[in-house]
């Protein structure tokens, strides 16, 4: 390979692969995107799928805000 081959640095094309997600549970490869987004495949997931939780926090107020 000579100087004129070699390609410059950053213009390789991205990789545009889809990220391989296992379900949680019997860790098989998931396509469907509600399967990916609950990590959970369609035969391991509960009549009715989890909901992403959120977290309430007790927090007292910033000095300066509100």
């Not at 959970?40 to 927090?59: K, M």
């Amino acid at each position: 390979m000579t100087f004129d081959e070699v390609p410059l640095p950053g213009t390789q094309p991205l990789d545009t692969g889809v990220r391989l997600v296992r379900c949680s549970r019997c860790h098989r490869e998931l396509s469907d995107a509600e399967s990916r987004l609950y990590a959970l495949g369609p035969g391991c997931r509960h009549p009715t799928p989890p909901t992403p939780r959120g977290w309430d926090v007790e927090q007292d107020q910033l000095p300066g805000v509100g």
